[in-house]
Nanobody, 111 residues
């Protein structure tokens, strides 16, 4: 059974950076697209970024140019590098693949 465990969240000032990680176990990591989603306080969960098996990337307009998704198929790790963070990026960030969600990691950006 696949398991996803996120880490790297925390409190950061606006304009700062964080890197989230998602450790994947129980599945051949390189065979699947991986994505990040987030849920801000009082809002629905929304798409942030996705990376395909071949490394193609796509982003939500709200994070394009500031966030970078990447993967390490040898270490079974998914990353989200977040730069120029804004208060509106405050949310719980979730790793997702093939119908499975991680438990999430909290990111709080102070203005």
């Amino acid at each position: 059974q696949v398991q996803l465990v996120e880490s790297g969240g925390g409190l950061v000032q606006a304009g700062g950076s964080l890197r989230l990680s998602c450790a994947v176990s129980g599945r051949t990591f390189s065979n699947y697209a991986m994505a990040w989603h987030r849920r801000a306080p009082g809002k629905e969960r929304e798409f942030v970024a996705v990376i395909s098996q071949s490394g193609s990337m796509s982003y939500a307009d709200s994070v394009k140019g500031r966030f970078t998704i990447s993967r390490d198929n040898f270490k079974n790790l998914l990353y989200l590098q977040m730069n120029s963070l804004k208060a509106e990026d405050t949310a719980i960030y979730y790793c997702y693949t093939q119908g499975v969600w991680g438990q999430g990691t909290q990111v709080t950006v102070s203005s």
